[in-house]
Structures are given as structure tokens and as C-alpha cells.
């Protein structure tokens, strides 16, 4: 559910949510505000001169005064107003230079922040919730820039305030000095209408809000009862890759179900009022405009009725007053709308703020020429946040430098958890992993992963150079990463690949890009953990798409690339890892067996057995 955008708050929190998005912004691009008020200050400087040359050269006319006095006024004026104009064009430069680099940085922190996050909370469903919240809540505006347009537009709007009661100070004077009760009643009356009127409008506008942004989140989520929402599935006919199906199998209906036909049933009975609703909404403020002016000029025509003043200067009071009452109305719609969009970036804000939970270690990790690395789990318990049971169950292990071990067990038996944990993705609910004897959650985390190189299960390339998918760098050295590649069983199709390392993985972001196979791209996965050179190398099931007697071939040609370096296998299938003399046995999160294949095939009541012997048919070959 998005968050409820149009519920009733104080103008306390209106005033505090703004205050808090906007101090970000601020922090952002230091004097963007001071520049883009210097800007609005000259350009309502600009808006009142116009109004004021317009009245002096009528009342020059009218007081018969010679042509070439006009004509100097004229050019006084112009002059004035092409310097004014010149600066204003030097600030606008600023202004938008620092407001793209605002909107720039306003996406880097959120991208960032998924980034730093501790892991563990990336791929909780609170953040995934939250994720879905901050897209829906900025679905419908123009994001950070709504927020820099309204504030200009508020500052705008002081500013033509400050300067109306400036130029109507002689009217307001007579007003005060002549006690003209007539003229202060109807500034009042003016006043009230003007507010009331607003008021109701923004109510109208209110719940025009409230059906366009709000109901359909709710209209959303009783679709998602029914299984999938019209984002889900616009976000999977986006991607180019489920396309063969979706040919195939005829998808385009069921899609078109899922994305049109059923949101539209739920959202039926809101859309076609929303359309009057608005159109109501928005004559309601042509009507308060136009009252607005008229109340401009009837004002003023009544407090100068009976005085001497010139008909140009009536000109100018009358729009000077116009600007008076008009700003206070566009003051109070800019707050409102200004409201609405610092709530829509309150989701955003939760996410930057939100705190990790990690042990933030600091200690830097031993640089050992000789990789004499040894890794304890020590009674090791561990349960996803949210999870009721415990993945991992009073686990205790050794990994000696050099040493090879495989990790068998069915799936769900907390194989990758293990992973997970001892790269400091996960942090044990219960117990210790220490590295040569030092508790690993005391390591900065980035640089205790540099002692590891992992193949995931769910491996992720990236739609970049084929070079760059293996070093991890837009700067790597050729040959090595050849060399890898080799290594890996991979070779370059030249006439596929003509660009060589330089090739583009998938066509996402290149049409040149190539199409890679998913045999292909395990060895490019295989050759990236190979050039990170880690003294720890981990395989976690790249290869279950795989038939078994391939993934059987890859993992023993596996264990002689990777020569001396300290490596744990991990797979549901026993025969992969048979070749390997120390094989642990991992059974609803805990260590059951352990020993080699012949050592652990003895023993006939124990899992390993019955899984051989229920995995065997597979072998017969
Ligand atoms: P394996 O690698 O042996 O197949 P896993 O380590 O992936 O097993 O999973 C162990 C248990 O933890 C399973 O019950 C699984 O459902 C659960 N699990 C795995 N990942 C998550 C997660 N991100 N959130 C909650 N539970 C998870």
C-alpha cells in the first residue's frame, strides 16, 4: 500500500515534512535556493516594472507631457529591463545546473543506499515493500523537481506579496489616514472570500487526490488477492527475455487480463468520476483568478473614487492590488501542492534513513603472502529476519587453508546460508565465525571479502563488456583475463564476439550486444571468481540447470584450476562432489555426516546413502 498521500495532518506536520525534504535538498546543492530566490527576485522585480512603465506613460499622456519625455522614460525602462533580463538569464544558468545536479544526486543517494545497505536488510520484505511504496508515491509528478518548482513558485509568491504592498503603500496610506472604512471592509471581505474559496476548492481537490492516488492503491491491493498487480505484470512484459513465452504461449491475453482487464473492474467505479472531479477542481480556480482581478480594480476604483489620482497610477494600483490578493491565493495552493509532494518523498526518506543492523567492524583484514587463512563456525545458529525456523542449527566447522570441501544436502538444508554468512552478507543469530581465531563480524566488510570469490547459485552477469563482467572493472589487464576465460573452458566466438573482450553482454543497453547461452555464462561467471584471485573460492550450484554428469565434469575440472587455494563445493547432487575427500553432510540446517564418499557410503542408515542410492539413476550412465 502507497502511502495514504491525501489523510488529514496538521499544518505543524505539513510544515515539518516539507522542512525535512527540502534540508536534504539543501544539503545537496548548497546555495540553490539563495541563487533561485536572486533569480524569482528579479524576475518579479521585471513583472512590476512592466506594470509600472505601463502606468507612467498613461499618465504622461494624459498629462500631456512631450513625446520625447515618454520616449526617454521608455528607453530608462528598457535599459533597466535588459540588464535585469541578462541577469536573470545568468542565474537561470546556475539555477538549472544545480537543480539537475540535485535531481542527479536525489537518484544516486537511492541507488547508493540499496548498495550500502547491509544485504541482509536489501533483501528483506520490509525494503521490498518499501521499494514498491516509493514508486507508487512518486508514480504521478515529476519527483525532486516538483519539490525545487514548488519552492521557487512559494518564494515567487512572498515576493509578488511583498512588492504589491510596496507600490500600494499611498493607497493603503489614504486608506489608514483617512479612516476610509469602505475600503478596509472590502480588502477584508476580499480577504475572507478569497480564503474560503480556496479552501473548498482545495477540499474539491482534495478528494479528486484522494480518488486518483489513494483508491487506486487500495483498488491494487484488492487485486492482488487474485495474484498478480498491473505493475507486476507491466514490469514482466518489459522484459525483453520472457518474450519467447509470452509469444509462444499466447501470453498477450493473459497479460492484457492481468494488466488491463482486471485493474479495470476494480477501478471502474473511480475512473470516470475522477475526470469531473478534476474538471470542477481546476474552473473552481479560473473562477477564484477572475475574482481576483475584478476585486483588484473594484477595490481600488472605489477607495480612489473620489480622489484626484491619475488614471495610469489606478492602472498600477489596481494591478499591484491584483497581485496583493492573487498572491496570497497562489501562496496557499503552492503549500498545499508543496504538502502533497514532500508526503509523496516521505518513502523515499524512510529508505535513506534506514539504519543497518550489522556490526560495523573496522579492523582491517591481515594481508597474508602465504594465504594461511582457517575459517571456525562455532556453534553457529542463524534464522532470516521474519523466519520462524532456524536455517542454520548449532553449526561447527573448520576450513583448513588448502583444504577442499564439499557441502552436500537436499535443497533447503541451509547450504547457502552457510555462504551467506561466512561472506558477511548475514551476521549468526547465535554463535561466532572466526577467521585465524578473530571474529569475523570485527572485519570491515569490504575488505574481508576480498578473501572470497563466489559462483551463486542465481549468478548475475551484467549487461557490460564481456571484459568487464570478468574483472569487475572497467581497467583490467587483457591477458589475464583471457587466460581466465580459458581456464573457465570459455573461448571467444570471434565472428559472435568480434569486439573481443570489449563485446557487450546482452542487448539491454547495446545493439551490438550478444546473446550468451546459460553454459556460456556459467564459464564467465566461473572465469570472474577465477581473476578476483581470492584465497577462498566458493561454488554454489551454478550449474543446476545442468544435467548431472555435465555439472559432474565442471566441478571436477573446477578442483584442478583452482590448485592451491582453499575451495567448498556446494550441491544437492552427491555425484559432483564425490571426487572430493572431505564431504559434510548438511540435514535441516545442521552438519549430520562427514567423510569421504566410500566413508560415508558405509554407513547405510545415514542420509548420504539414501540420497546416493535415491539419486542413483541419474549415475547409471
Ligand atoms: P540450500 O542452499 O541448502 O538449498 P538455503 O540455505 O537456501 O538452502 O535455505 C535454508 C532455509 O532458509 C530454507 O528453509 C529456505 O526456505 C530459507 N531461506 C533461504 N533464503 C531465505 C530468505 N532470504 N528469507 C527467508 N528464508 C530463507
Known amino acids: 500500500m502507497g502511502t495514504d498521500l491525501t489523510s488529514k495532518i496538521s499544518f505543524i506536520q505539513k510544515y515539518s515534512n516539507i522542512k525535512r525534504v527540502v534540508g536534504y535538498v539543501n544539503k545537496m546543492e548548497k546555495g540553490y535556493f539563495a541563487i533561485a530566490s536572486v533569480m524569482t527576485l528579479i524576475d518579479v522585480v521585471i513583472s512590476f516594472m512592466a506594470l509600472i512603465l505601463s502606468a507612467q506613460v498613461l499618465n504622461m499622456i494624459s498629462d500631456k507631457k512631450e513625446t520625447s519625455e515618454i520616449i526617454k522614460l521608455v528607453f530608462i525602462f528598457l535599459t533597466v529591463y535588459l540588464v535585469l533580463n541578462v541577469l536573470s538569464a545568468y542565474c537561470q544558468k546556475h539555477v538549472e545546473t544545480k537543480r539537475q545536479a540535485i535531481v542527479k544526486k536525489w537518484n544516486y543517494m537511492i541507488t547508493n543506499k540499496m548498495m550500502d545497505m547491509d544485504y541482509s536488510l536489501a533483501e528483506s520484505p520490509f525494503v521490498g515493500e518499501l521499494k514498491g511504496r516509493i514508486q507508487k508515491d512518486l508514480n504521478w509528478g515529476a519527483g525532486i523537481n516538483d519539490i525545487l518548482w514548488q519552492c521557487s513558485g512559494m518564494i515567487s ?37 478569497s480564503v474560503l474559496l480556496v479552501k473548498l476548492q482545495i477540499k474539491k481537490l482534495e478528494k479528486y487526490q484522494h480518488r486518483f492516488l489513494d483508491e487506486p492503491y487500495e483498488a491494487e491491493e484488492q487485486a492482488k488477492r487474485y495474484g498478480l498487480t498491473w505493475e507486476m505484470a507491466t514490469e514482466q512484459l518489459y522484459e525483453y527475455k520472457n518474450g519467447k513465452d509470452i509469444r509462444i504461449y499466447d501470453g498477450y491475453e493473459l497479460f492484457d487480463e492481468y494488466t488491463y482487464g482486471r485493474m479495470e473492474r476494480y477501478t471502474r467505479h473511480y475512473t470516470h468520476q475522477t475526470g469531473k472531479m478534476a474538471a470542477t477542481a481546476e474552473s473552481m480556480g479560473d473562477g477564484i483568478k477572475s475574482f481576483m482581478y475584478a476585486s483588484g480594480y473594484v477595490v481600488v476604483g472605489v477607495i480612489t473614487f473620489s480622489s484626484q489620482i491619475p488614471v495610469g497610477s489606478i492602472v498600477q494600483y489596481a494591478g499591484a492590488m491584483q497581485n496583493m490578493f492573487s498572491g496570497i491565493v497562489n501562496l496557499s495552493w503552492n503549500f ?286
Not at 472604512?181 to 476580499?190: A, Q
Not at 548475475?460 to 589475464?480: H, I, P, R, T, W
Not at 584450476?561 to 572431505?582: M, Q
Open 157 to 193: 509568491d512572498v515576493l509578488y506579496i511583498i512588492g504589491a504592498v510596496i507600490i500600494n503603500i499611498p493607497i493603503l496610506y489614504q486608506i489608514i489616514s483617512r479612516g476610509n472604512t469602505l475600503g478596509i471592509i472590502m480588502i477584508v471581505i476580499v480577504y475572507i472570500v
Open 336 to 621: 498545499w501542492e508543496l504538502a502533497i509532494s514532500a508526503r509523496k518523498h516521505l518513502s523515499t526518506l524512510e529508505l535513506i534513513e534506514l539504519r543497518d543492523e550489522m556490526y560495523k567492524g573496522k579492523l582491517p583484514v591481515e594481508k597474508r603472502s602465504d594465504n594461511e587463512y582457517e575459517i571456525e563456525f562455532e556453534h553457529v545458529y542463524f534464522k532470516y529476519p521474519g523466519g520462524k525456523d532456524y536455517a542454520l542449527k548449532d553449526l561447527s566447522l573448520k576450513i583448513k587453508i588448502g583444504e577442499k570441501m564439499a557441502v552436500v544436502g537436499m535443497n533447503g538444508s541451509g547450504k547457502t546460508t552457510m555462504i551467506k554468512l561466512l561472506c558477511k552478507l548475514y551476521e549468526p543469530t547465535q554463535g561466532r565465525i572466526l577467521l585465524n581465531g578473530v571474529d569475523i563480524k570485527k572485519f570491515d566488510a569490504d575488505e574481508y571479502r576480498t578473501l572470497f570469490s563466489v559462483v551463486f547459485q542465481n549468478f548475475k552477469l551484467f549487461s557490460m563488456e564481456l571484459g568487464e563482467n570478468v574483472a569487475g572493472s572497467e581497467q583490467y589487464d587483457n591477458e589475464k583475463v583471457k587466460e581466465c576465460l580459458e581456464k573457465a573452458g570459455f573461448t571467444i566466438d570471434e565472428e559472435k564476439m568480434n569486439k573481443g573482450l570489449n563485446t557487450c553482454l546482452y542487448k539491454n543497453y547495446d545493439n551490438d550486444g550478444v546473446e550468451i547461452s546459460g553454459g556460456e555464462a556459467q564459464k564467465i561467471a566461473i572465469a570472474r571468481a577465477l581473476y578476483k584471485d581470492a584465497p577462498f573460492i566458493l561454488l554454489d550450484e551454478p550449474t543446476a540447470s545442468l544435467d548431472p554428469l555435465a555439472e559432474n565434469e565442471i566441478y571436477a575440472k573446477f578442483d584442478s584450476i583452482v590448485g592451491t587455494k582453499t575451495a567448498i563445493y556446494i550441491s544437492h547432487r552427491l555425484s559432483s562432489c564425490k571426487f572430493c575427500n572431505d564431504i559434510v553432510v548438511f540435514h535441516h540446517g545442521s552438519i549430520i555426516q562427514r567423510g569421504s564418499h566410500e566413508e560415508l557410503l558405509e554407513d547405510v542408515h545415514g542420509k548420504y546413502y539414501e540420497m546416493w542410492n535415491a539419486q542413483a539413476q541419474y549415475y547409471q550412465k
